[in-house]
């Protein structure tokens, strides 16, 4: 990894906080709830270990939220694989499909990308086309098993060679890497049944 310029200690702690997000959902919120947390947090935490630690950059590149580096030839952006993530011997794909953009990643054709591109922030920097055609992006995939009060998170830095209907089905290079452990799950708080009374003047 040492080569992409990033380490284990930006990667996990991403892969930590989208868990602990996730734990915040309550049977009361939507049903996505407890995965859009976590992915929010993924890519937060992807961000500010990178920006604070190796003076990376924010990137929304043709929608796809990123963090890349000065160079401006690795992005790294976040992925919910399949069962085979961090599997030295079984590739894996992607959770849920994937839209065009991953796609046009994998593919890294010539699609002048700045067509795609919503305003930056003022943080933010926009690639000129040739940069656009000769960065490399790579995803942090990870997937979750949960065995007891224990998760169990696998994943791996991956850099993807094919997509076909929204999912990846060959990768250029992938880094498998050690698996997450967290246990002492606890249900979130959620309302009770009793009441909580304010009392409060009338005047």
Request: glycine share 6%; charged share 25%.
């Amino acid at each position: 990894m040492a080569d992409l310029g990033t380490k284990l200690e930006y990667l996990h702690p991403a892969l930590y906080a989208g868990e602990a997000a996730r734990r915040t959902a309550t049977p009361n919120h939507p049903a996505n709830t407890a995965g859009t947390r976590a992915y929010q947090e993924h890519v937060r935490v992807l961000r500010e270990e990178h920006i604070r630690n190796e003076g990376w950059q924010r990137l929304l590149h043709d929608h796809l939220e990123l963090v890349y580096n000065p160079e401006k030839s690795i992005a790294i952006g976040v992925m919910i694989g399949d069962a085979a993530t961090g599997n030295h011997r079984h590739p894996p794909t992607n959770f849920r499909r994937r839209g065009a953009a991953t796609a046009r990643a994998a593919e890294r054709n010539s699609v002048q990308l700045e067509l795609f591109l919503s305003s930056p922030g003022p943080d933010e920097a926009v690639l000129s086309d040739n940069e656009a055609e000769a960065l490399q992006i790579w995803f942090l995939v990870s997937y979750r098993v949960q065995t007891g009060d224990a998760v169990h998170i696998h994943s791996e830095l991956s850099l993807p060679a094919h997509v076909e209907h929204g999912f990846v089905v060959r990768w250029k290079r992938r880094i498998p890497l050690p698996v997450l452990e967290m246990d002492g799950i606890e249900p979130p708080d959620e309302d009770g049944q009793e009441e909580i009374d304010i009392p409060v003047d009338f005047r």
